[in-house]
């Protein structure tokens, strides 16, 4: 476990790695067990809810939130993205305009996609639907267009 005071989401990677998002200093911490080889990538999202890890551990998909400053106020941005863990750049995945809300699911077995639910409209009336991201940012897939209930992950058979 890592020593560190400040710590939201900590998992163990796919290669034995540690890996721990901590939301209030925005950063992403990965470690070899034994805290060798710490890596710090830093982002300016905020939290961060929902990570998973690609197969071969060299990338985070998460979401988040971007704040951005308004005259009339802080503006909250849902976020989808991955985050290389050698480079530590991050790119953002698209989203369906109407998105108010995303879970993430699961990685593709070759690590070229993110399955997602993503709910969309507003308060009583959202309904979820299952997208395909690709996780270089170029192309969304929308898989269901339900226009009243929610769906489950699913899973990759």
Not at 44 to 71: P, Y
């Amino acid at each position: 476990a890592f020593p560190f005071e400040y710590r939201d989401i900590e998992v163990t990677l796919p290669d034995g790695r540690t890996g721990l998002v901590s939301n209030a200093i925005s950063q992403f911490i990965i470690a070899n067990p034994d805290l060798s080889e710490t890596r710090v990538l830093s982002t300016e999202i905020s939290n961060v809810q929902e990570l998973r890890w690609s197969t071969d551990g060299r990338q985070i998909a998460f979401t988040g939130e971007k704040i951005t400053v308004a005259e009339d106020g802080p503006l909250f941005s849902r976020l989808l993205n991955v985050i290389d863990t050698e480079s530590g750049i991050i790119r953002d995945l698209m989203l369906p305009g109407d998105a108010d809300f995303v879970n993430l699911c699961v990685w593709s077995p070759d690590g070229k996609l993110v399955s997602t639910r993503i709910f969309e409209g507003v308060s009583d009336k959202r309904i979820s639907n299952i997208f395909l991201h690709e996780t270089d940012g170029n192309r969304l897939v929308r898989l269901t267009s339900f226009q009243e209930g929610r769906v489950s992950c699913p899973i990759w058979g």
